[in-house]
């Protein structure tokens, strides 16, 4: 069933007209449920070379997937955070918001896109302004 969604969601991703590279982690994450339950049944049936390999693989999926999760998870806090902060400001008052970090991996959803600025009269500033009901959001 695993596999099948690794390939199902591959097939996805090649049909779609976009595919930014955040996309995939879908996917790999498919395949890296895999490799985790095929190197248990080749710990317990076959020889120690097809198993080093096998840890090998799972090695360098591991620390990929590491790198991209301490990437989001950074990402998720500072967003967190700028969410906190806005929900305990008062109605209509001036807002500071910390800027969010440069994301490190192309798998992070705030690589290229729009937030906060530093100017309160950039436009996306401007816009959770009018959505939260804030006089102004100014980042830092």
Do not use: C
Request: positive net charge; aromatic residues 14%.
């Amino acid at each position: 069933i695993l596999v099948i969604g690794h390939f199902a969601s591959t097939f996805a991703l090649v049909l779609s007209p976009e595919t930014p590279k955040r996309t995939f982690f879908g996917a790999v994450l498919f395949i890296g449920i895999v490799l985790f339950s095929l190197i248990n049944i080749l710990n317990q049936r076959i020889r120690k070379s097809v198993f080093v390999i096998s840890l090998l693989l799972m090695i360098l999926f591991v620390q990929s997937y590491l790198s991209v999760n301490n990437d989001l998870t950074k990402s998720f806090k500072e967003v967190s955070n700028q969410y906190s902060i806005l929900y305990d400001a008062s109605q209509n008052s001036d807002v500071m918001l910390p800027l969010l970090s440069t994301p490190k991996t192309d798998y992070n959803a705030y690589q290229l896109t729009s937030n906060v600025k530093t100017d309160p009269n950039d436009w996306f500033n401007r816009w959770m302004a009018v959505y939260f009901e804030k006089k102004t959001i100014t980042g830092y």
